[in-house]
């Protein structure tokens, strides 16, 4: 499973793209003492490009202004395995829909499909919003350290953490997939497992409707996608 909060969101939010001809930045910086592969992968796609953004050096990325997709950094992956991220290749995701209602941009971090890395969104040049709260305008939503994982749901190469699935992804089910018999947010409530991952990194998705906690708004010039901040 991969699931996109932010095109639910602005599906439930009734939320249309704006079309531009203008462009967007995203800065990745690997602030890890380790080299990462990056990976962008656009919203209906099934496979990003990846790219090598050594240890303490960046990588810049023009997009449109009507771009939707996430960024997200793996140590140590090759080929088909740096392009995709879901329940069986976690990855700590930064999603963004740029230029969406009344022009404003929305993000997050999603740990919903699971997480493998420290992560942080900043805004570049920022101003206004869409959510009425100064939180979430322009904000800057951070995990600076990965929560902690359940020894069943950790994913290791050769001996060392490679990722940490969701309850979704390990376990499957309606309840904790938001589907089924769970598909609206009035029946898929926060689980043990969610809610574990949210009390160590508040400002990230930890579940498939934790909307109202995880989902910025901005209108930036672009945005840096911070590993290890």
């Given at each position: ?33 380790y ?9 209906k796609?099934?496979?990003?490009t ?14 449109p ?19 995709v991220?879901?329940?069986d290749?976690?990855?700590?995701l930064?999603?963004?829909t ?132």
């Amino acid at each position: 499973m991969l699931y996109s909060t932010l095109l639910s969101f602005a599906a439930l939010a009734g939320f249309t793209v704006a079309s531009s001809g203008g462009g967007m930045q995203i800065v990745v910086k690997n602030q890890c003492d380790y080299d990462l592969t990056v990976s962008k992968l656009t919203n209906k796609e099934s496979t990003g490009t990846s790219d090598k953004v050594s240890q303490g050096s960046s990588k810049t990325y023009d997009l449109p202004e009507n771009w939707q997709g996430r960024f997200f950094g793996r140590n140590g992956c090759s080929g088909n395995d740096c392009k995709v991220a879901g329940g069986d290749s976690p990855a700590s995701l930064a999603e963004f829909t740029f230029r969406g209602a009344g022009g404003n941009d929305f993000y997050d971090l999603s740990f919903v499909d699971g997480f493998n890395l420290p992560i942080e969104i900043v805004p570049i040049n920022g101003k206004g919003g869409a959510s009425g709260s100064d939180k979430y305008n322009c904000g800057k939503p951070s995990c600076p350290t990965v929560p902690s994982c359940p020894d069943d749901m950790k994913l290791t190469s050769n001996g060392k953490f490679v990722g940490c699935q969701s309850a979704c992804s390990k376990y499957g089910t309606d309840e904790y997939c938001c589907t089924g018999s769970h598909n609206t947010p009035d029946k898929c409530s926060p689980n043990s497992y969610s809610k574990a991952v949210k009390d160590d990194c508040p400002s990230a998705y930890s579940y498939a409707y934790d909307d109202s906690t995880s989902t910025y708004s901005c209108v930036a010039e672009g945005y840096n996608v911070v590993f290890c901040p």
